[in-house]
């Protein structure tokens, strides 16, 4: 059984992949994605690897692989993400330091290998069952761990009850709200070390990294 709530074939079809792609092009990184993007190379990428689970677009791969980065694997369980993420990666010159995987990581995790640097970006949002999604990832980080994924702060969780509801209408919404209190503790069990913590009105950027001992 797949552990994420929706169905992300589904979800994260050929027309939001598109639309992400373009908005990608149009305006570069989200904001939050460069705060991330900044932290992960304040504590040092050089010559590194990345695991990038639910990478979408791609957008954090070319940031980083641009600011020195070895090489990426992207694991995403929305197929036309894939293909929206190999398109650009042609167009940027970077396909040949990108391996792509395609499914749920929870299911995959044995077969992935571990990597310098793991990332989540708004991940933990559609995936009800956070624990084994930050304990499989966060284990897989040789070096640093970086997430980002909304707050769990009062207004953030009645937004998502109102879109849960209003769902089949709107078709699509927030998403699925953790306490952050908690998933810093699964992170933290694994066991990592958090060096940097920002936050939005709506988003928190975290990144942790394992002690060299």
């Not at 689970?53 to 990426?72: N, R």
């Amino acid at each position: 059984m797949d552990c994420c709530s929706y169905d992300l074939e589904t979800e994260f079809d050929e027309q939001v992949a598109a639309r992400d792609l373009r908005a990608y092009r149009s305006r570069g990184l989200p904001t939050v994605t460069r705060r991330l993007v900044d932290a992960l190379v304040a504590e040092g990428i050089e010559g590194r690897t990345l695991l990038d689970i639910g990478g979408g677009v791609g957008a954090i791969h070319h940031a980083l692989l641009d600011a020195g980065l070895a090489s990426v694997t992207d694991v995403d369980g929305s197929s036309a993400y894939l293909s929206a993420a190999r398109q650009e990666a042609q167009r940027q010159g970077h396909a040949d330091r990108i391996r792509y995987r395609h499914g749920d990581f929870v299911q995959l995790a044995d077969e992935v290998e571990s990597a310098d640097i793991v990332t989540l970006i708004a991940v933990l949002c559609c995936y009800p069952q956070m624990e084994p999604l930050v304990r499989l990832s966060a284990a897989r980080a040789r070096h640093l761990y970086g997430l980002v994924y909304p707050r769990s702060t009062w207004w953030m969780r009645a937004t998502a009850a109102a879109f849960g509801v209003l769902r089949p209408l709107l078709g699509s919404g927030p998403g699925i709200i953790h306490a952050e209190s908690d998933v810093d503790a699964t992170v933290r069990e694994t066991p990592l070390v958090q060096v940097a913590n920002l936050t939005s009105s709506y988003w928190r950027v975290a990144v942790y990294q394992r002690d060299a001992d």
